[in-house]
């Protein structure tokens, strides 16, 4: 079984930082991409930012130049660096993996449970 937890939300003011974290755990080969995304109530999912086991990454516009995404291959973990907050940056924050596990090789599209961020003005 395949878990993804995330830490880190909280509540920031504007203009300031806030770093998230992702652990994937359970029976996992591999992880490919790994990334963010957010959802405000009633609204639908927004990318943040992926980042595949190579380095590469994609960023959503709103984000582009703030946020930072890194990753940790070797402990199954993704990390975002928030920088510059603004007040439309709050939302819940999932964590997201493309995991192959190691049962049967299957692969699928893994989401971790949320984190709340919420950005004060």
């Known amino acids: 079984q395949v878990r993804l937890m995330e830490t880190g939300g909280g509540l920031v003011q504007a203009g300031g930082s806030l770093r998230l974290s992702c652990a994937a755990s359970g029976s996992i080969w591999n992880i490919n991409p790994m990334g963010w995304y957010r959802q405000l109530p009633g609204m639908q999912r927004e990318l943040v930012a992926t980042i595949t086991s190579g380095g590469s990454t994609n960023y959503g516009d709103s984000v582009k130049g703030r946020f930072t995404i890194s990753r940790d291959n070797a402990k199954y973990t993704v990390y975002l660096q928030m920088n510059s907050v603004k007040p439309e940056d709050t939302a819940v924050y999932y964590c997201?993996?493309?995991?192959?596990?190691?049962?049967?090789?299957?692969?699928?599209?893994?989401w971790g449970q949320g984190t709340q961020v919420t950005v004060s003005s």
């Open positions: 997201y993996g493309r995991i192959q596990t190691l049962i049967r090789g299957g692969t699928g599209d893994y």
